[in-house]
T-cell receptor
Framework: GNSVTQMEGPVTLSEEAFLTINCTYT??????LFWYVQYPGEGLQLLLK?????DKGSNKGFEATYRKETTSFHLEKGSVQVSDSAVYFC???????????FGTGTQLKVEL | SAVISQKPSRDICQRGTSLTIQCQVD?????MFWYRQQPGQSLTLIAT?????????ESGFVIDKFPISRPNLTFSTLTVSNMSPEDSSIYLC?????????FGPGTRLTVL
């Protein structure tokens, strides 16, 4: 079956540090890949997505590249801000029906 | 985008009782989804609810335990029946619109 593995948190960084949150997946066929973010007290929001190999999703300074050869979709940001503190979920959709399979989530804390 | 509200936002319930969670969206949507997020774990899809048909349940979830209604294109309910402490989770509804899934803020359920 489909599965998503992402690095455990919490990840604590200083403001302006470089961020990487690792995500690898197992899926049949050619999944679409997503990063969702959940800010404190809010619902999940789509951060970025990629639908085919070598696509790069980007939004709000965050980027992730769909790497089929390594089955990965790592999230990166060059300079984090305190306002980026949230829980980040990697997810995939495969096999039709638009069902999402989520990773366990990684909490990011950014300090001044 | 879609704006989704859930009621209640949180509840504390006694073992053996049932709770119905409401999900309201501000747009007409065909597909609505119900997810569960147990403490420290990822989101797990419970069922897909299409208007006018019975909900489709994922492996490990049954209609007797999680009955779902979908009376129209903007509303759905999920009932957690005969609750036990293992049902303590955050329950989220989501909708698919414009090829994207939007999530509600979640209902935090604690069963004593």
């Amino acid at each position: 079956g489909n599965s998503v593995t992402q690095m455990e948190g919490p990840v604590t960084l200083s403001e302006e540090a470089f961020l990487t949150i690792n995500c690898t997946y197992t899926a049949t066929g050619y999944p679409s890949l997503f990063w969702y973010v959940q800010y404190p007290g809010e619902g999940l929001q789509l951060l970025l997505k990629a639908t085919k190999a070598d696509d790069k999703g980007s939004n709000k300074g965050f980027e992730a590249t769909y790497r089929k050869e390594t089955t990965s979709f790592h999230l990166e940001k060059g300079s984090v801000q305190v306002s980026d503190s949230a829980v980040y979920f990697c997810a995939l959709s495969a096999g039709g029906g638009n069902k999402l399979t989520f990773g366990t989530g990684t909490q990011l804390k950014v300090e001044l | 985008s879609a704006v989704i509200s859930q009621k209640p936002s949180r509840d504390i319930c006694q073992r053996g009782t049932s709770l119905t969670i409401q999900c309201q969206v501000d747009s007409q949507v065909t597909m609505m989804f119900w997810y569960r997020q147990q403490p420290g774990q990822s989101l797990t899809l419970i069922a897909t609810a299409n208007q006018g048909s019975e909900a489709t349940y994922e492996s490990g979830f049954v209609i007797d335990k999680f009955p779902i209604s979908r009376p129209n294109l903007t509303f759905s309910t999920l009932t957690v029946s005969n609750m036990s402490p293992e049902d303590s989770s955050i329950y989220l509804c989501s909708v698919e619109l414009y090829n994207e899934q939007f999530f509600g803020p979640g209902t935090r359920l604690t069963v004593l």
